[in-house]
């Protein structure tokens, strides 16, 4: 069974970074199309970016492209979104998502394996 693990979360201010991490540890993360979603406080989950499994194309929700940017090491079973000049609006619990042979889709069901969440807080 595949278990995505994402760590990172935490507390930054505005306009500061945080880097967050989705180690997959099942045998077919180099066929696995990866994504982020995120929940805001009274929010419906909503796509923040995707990567297909050759890695090759990544898209981005308009709210964080040119501030988010997902990335994936297949030697470490490993997938990155890093973000920066963050906002209070950022404010979620971020999952990340995997779907084999997946072509980044932006719609949630498309996706079979989901981590637990990890919290990402921006205070103002």
């Known amino acids: 069974q595949v278990q995505l693990v994402e760590s990172g979360g935490g507390l930054v201010q505005a306009g500061g970074s945080l880097r967050l991490s989705c180690e997959d540890s099942?045998?077919?993360?180099?066929?696995?199309?990866m994504a982020w979603f995120r929940r805001g406080p009274g929010d419906e989950r909503e796509f923040v970016a995707a990567?297909?499994?050759?890695?090759?194309?990544?898209y981005y929700a308009d709210s964080v492209k040119g501030r988010f940017t997902l990335s994936r090491d297949n030697g470490k079973n490993t997938a990155y979104l890093q973000m920066n000049s963050l906002k209070p609006v950022d404010t979620a619990v971020y999952y990340c998502?995997?779907?084999?042979?997946?072509?980044?889709?932006?719609?949630?069901?498309?996706?079979?394996?989901w981590g637990q969440g990890t919290q990402v807080t921006v205070s103002s």
């Open positions: 998502a995997s779907e084999l042979y997946g072509v980044g889709s932006e719609r949630s069901t498309d996706y079979d394996n």
């Open positions: 099942g045998r077919t993360f180099s066929n696995n199309a």
């Open positions: 990567i297909t499994y050759s890695g090759l194309n990544t």
